[in-house]
């Protein structure tokens, strides 16, 4: 399976979580998509998504998504790497909130 790594989808129209939602629908192996920054009156936030990679295995890429005035729209912009990699989720009770504590790490 390949990685959502590196990835740009825009769109041209919808609410702020119109880019999200059109990523998630678009890659059936993204299990989940959090936004940890969502200060940006003006839609500029970011977070992590998890992709599904095997039958165990997920892995945590960052995202960040920018409002595309004047245009109109938001940009989401995947990041080069994971930050993140669960070999066994059937072992790994913890992981999403190993995942948060790690993006919390990664984004410093």
Known sequence: MKLLTNKTLKTTGGSWFAPRNKFWDKYKSVVEMTFMDMT???GDWHGFLLQKVGKHKIVAIG???YN???DGG?????C?????????????RNYMENIKNSWLQFEQ
């Open 68 to 70: 595309n005035y004047p």
């Open 80 to 92: 080069e790497r994971p930050f993140y990699r669960v070999e066994n989720t059937m072992n790994e």
């Open 63 to 65: 995202f960040s998504q």
């Open 74 to 78: 938001f940009t989401l912009q995947t």
């Open 40 to 42: 940006s009156s003006a």
